[in-house]
């Protein structure tokens, strides 16, 4: 069985020429989505999967009808053939049940991996390159240095009476923060 699928992006947009050049490739159930590729939800979608069984073929217009990303097509591929089902790519020429189709796949996988290296390398080289200037990073501290100086003079004050002048939630509400965010902030001897 031939199991068709579109997607348009938006409800506006017609979805006819897709259907037409589903039809004309002899689809058997011709399912369509009007959502953006970029929602993980898609019912057609998933209709047109549950349907498709080891042997059928699911036929689309364009591969960017299909994926969200290069990595969200090459999950689906693999989905696909782990289930037996050959995908077809009517305006690429692509058919997953020929040599040629299946080395395409996995060109694209091994660009998808190379792809998710090079990310995870850039990051480690950013990362490093802040350490070297100082940076440790995640969140910036809510309090500077001189507002952690002077959080520090006020819990240490004491009154008259030799009790703390200041409650840490009076400290936090003078700067604006939690109280929490000020115990980090003091000094462990001081408490």
Same mark, same amino acid.
């Given at each position: 069985m031939?199991?068709? /699928?579109?997607?348009?992006?938006t409800a #506006?947009?017609?979805?006819?020429?897709?259907? #037409? *050049?589903?039809a004309a490739?002899?689809?058997?159930?011709?399912?369509?989505? !009007?959502?953006?590729?970029?929602l993980?939800? =898609?019912p057609?979608?998933d !209709?047109? %999967?549950?349907? *498709?069984? !080891?042997?059928?073929?699911l036929?689309?217009? !364009? +591969?960017? =009808?299909l994926?969200?990303s290069?990595?969200?097509l090459?999950?689906?591929?693999n989905?696909?053939? *782990?289930?037996?089902?050959?995908?077809?790519v009517?305006? @690429?020429?692509?058919?997953?049940?020929?040599? +040629?189709?299946?080395?395409?796949?996995?060109?694209?996988?091994?660009?998808?991996?190379?792809?998710?290296?090079?990310?995870?390398?850039? $990051?480690? #080289?950013? %990362?490093?390159?802040?350490?070297?200037?100082? =940076? $440790?990073?995640?969140?910036?501290?809510?309090?500077?240095?001189? @507002?952690?100086?002077?959080? @520090?003079?006020m819990y240490?004050?004491?009154g008259?009476?030799?009790h703390?002048?200041? $409650?840490v939630?009076?400290?936090?509400?003078?700067?604006?923060?939690?109280?929490?965010?000020? /115990?980090?902030? +003091?000094?462990?001897?001081? =408490?």
């Amino acid at each position: 069985m031939r199991v068709g /699928y579109g997607r348009v992006s938006t409800a #506006d947009q017609n979805p006819d020429a897709q259907r #037409d *050049a589903l039809a004309a490739a002899s689809c058997d159930r011709v399912f369509i989505d !009007k959502a953006s590729g970029k929602l993980a939800r =898609r019912p057609e979608l998933d !209709k047109a %999967l549950l349907i *498709a069984r !080891k042997g059928d073929q699911l036929v689309i217009t !364009k +591969l960017d =009808r299909l994926g969200r990303s290069l990595e969200h097509l090459i999950a689906l591929s693999n989905e696909l053939q *782990a289930n037996g089902i050959d995908l077809v790519v009517l305006d @690429q020429g692509i058919d997953t049940s020929t040599s +040629l189709g299946r080395m395409f796949f996995h060109i694209l996988g091994a660009i998808a991996e190379f792809e998710h290296s090079l990310m995870s390398e850039r $990051t480690r #080289d950013g %990362l490093a390159a802040a350490r070297a200037r100082g =940076r $440790t990073g995640g969140q910036k501290a809510k309090l500077t240095l001189r @507002q952690t100086k002077v959080a @520090q003079d006020m819990y240490d004050e004491l009154g008259r009476d030799g009790h703390r002048a200041h $409650t840490v939630a009076e400290i936090a509400a003078e700067f604006g923060v939690s109280r929490p965010t000020i /115990y980090r902030h +003091l000094q462990p001897t001081a =408490r």
